[in-house]
């Protein structure tokens, strides 16, 4: 399966970006998808994830009711509206997927078997 994340950019605080994660190679509507990033010097951190069936989605506290994940699987492709950024949104957000099959939302990145390759989210003050 390979990954690709788009949509990253500059914006300043209370603006609006949306990323979106194509996959291909070995696809299928069992794939569930997530999103991480990871800021200069930190850890590489969950934000938010939906499950293979689309209908549960989980996010970290600091995002919830600021980020929307959703997907399209006949697309192929997940996406995250993010609104109200801060400048502590600022990082390099990836994409990931697993075809663990759990109905649960995957939140480490070691459940995760696939990466994008990160894409450059910068929020000014």
């Known amino acids: 399966v390979q990954l690709q994340a788009s949509g990253g950019g500059l914006v300043q605080t209370g603006g609006s970006l949306r990323l979106s994660c194509a996959a291909s190679?070995?696809?299928?509507?069992?794939?569930?998808m997530g999103w991480f990033r990871q800021a200069p010097g930190k850890a590489r951190e969950f934000v938010a994830g939906?499950?293979?069936?689309?209908?549960?989605?989980y996010y970290e506290d600091s995002v919830k009711c600021r980020f929307t994940i959703s997907r399209d699987n006949g697309k192929n492709m997940v996406s995250l509206q993010m609104n109200s950024l801060k400048p502590e949104d600022t990082a390099v957000y990836y994409c990931?997927?697993?075809?663990?099959?759990?109905?649960?939302?995957?939140?480490?990145?070691?459940?995760?078997?696939?990466w994008g390759q990160g894409t450059q989210v910068t929020v000014s003050s």
């Open positions: 990931a997927a697993h075809f663990r099959g759990t109905i649960s939302v995957a939140t480490h990145l070691d459940e995760y078997d696939y």
């Open positions: 190679g070995r696809t299928s509507s069992s794939l569930a």
């Open positions: 939906i499950n293979w069936t689309g209908g549960i989605t």
